[in-house]
C-alpha cells in the first residue's frame, strides 16, 4: 500500500495532534512537452510584507525548475522517490533554505534566500499545499507528479538508498539530529531526467556503495552506463548541514 494512503488516517486528524513531519511522494513519467518556465510549488503568496509570514501560525543534488501546480489525482502506484522534513526546523529543499509549518490540516513552505542558510529573518516566498491533494509539474522534459502528507510518527520505506540531511557534529550520528531525509527505492526501473539520452534509472546499494543502472529507454531494458559510488556512510560536511548516504536494505 502506498505510503500516503496510509498516511491519509493521520492528516484527517491533524487538528487534534502536533504533526512532526512533513512527507512526499514522488511519481516520475516519461517525456512530455511540459514547460520548465516556472517555479510554483502549490499557492503562492507574496512575501514583501514581512509580518506576513510571521502570522502563519494564526492559520497555518536537486533542480529548482520544479513546477508544482494543482491538478488532476496521483496514480495509484508505487513511488519511486520520496522526502520526510521535520517540521519548523531550517532545511534545504530544492537546495533552498527551508521552512515547512503546519496548521488546520495545511502545510506551508517558506523559502529563504540561497545565502541564508539559517532560515532568519523573512523568508522570499511562501506556498500553501494541501495535504493528499496531487500536484504536477515538469524537469527537464519529465512528467512529475508529488504528493504531500503531515504525520506525527516516522516511517521509512524499506528497500530504499537515503539521502539524510543532519545537524550539529559532522560524524554521521543522523538520528536525533536529521532535518531531512531522500529515499529513493532500490532495484525499480523509474524514469526521470539523466545525462544525454540515458532516461531511466535503476539503484541497488550495499554498506559500502551505491551503484545506479542507466538506461537508453523507459523500460530499463537497454543499459547505456553503470555508476559505482562508493561514498555510502561517508560524511559530507558543511558549516550549517551534513549528509550522508545510507543503504536502507
Known sequence: ????????????????????????????????????????????????????????????????????????????????????????????????????????????????????????????STHLLTPSQCYGGCRQGFQIKSQFALAEDLFIPNNTVLGITYTGECNGDFKNSFVSINYRLLNMCSVGPGLASLVAIELSCNSTSTTSNLYRDENCTDLGIVIEDPDTDENYCRKNFNFITVCNN
Request: net charge negative; charged share 20%; hydrophobic share 30%.
Open 1 to 124: 500500500m502506498r505510503l500516503i494512503l496510509v498516511l491519509l488516517v493521520l492528516s484527517a486528524i491533524v487538528g487534534l495532534i502536533n504533526s512532526q513531519y512533513v512527507l512526499m511522494e514522488v511519481f516520475t513519467y516519461g517525456h512530455t512537452n511540459c514547460s520548465t518556465n516556472s517555479d510554483d510549488s502549490g499557492h503562492e503568496s507574496s512575501s514583501s510584507d514581512s509580518s506576513d509570514w510571521g502570522s502563519l501560525s494564526s492559520w497555518s543534488s536537486s533542480d529548482s525548475s520544479l513546477d508544482l501546480t494543482d491538478t488532476e489525482s496521483c496514480p495509484v502506484t508505487t513511488a519511486s522517490s520520496g522526502n520526510i522534513f521535520k517540521i519548523d526546523t531550517c532545511l534545504l529543499f530544492e537546495w533552498s533554505p527551508t521552512i515547512f509549518k503546519s496548521h488546520d490540516g495545511k502545510i506551508a513552505r517558506l523559502t529563504f534566500d540561497d545565502s541564508n542558510e539559517k532560515c532568519e529573518g523573512s523568508p522570499i
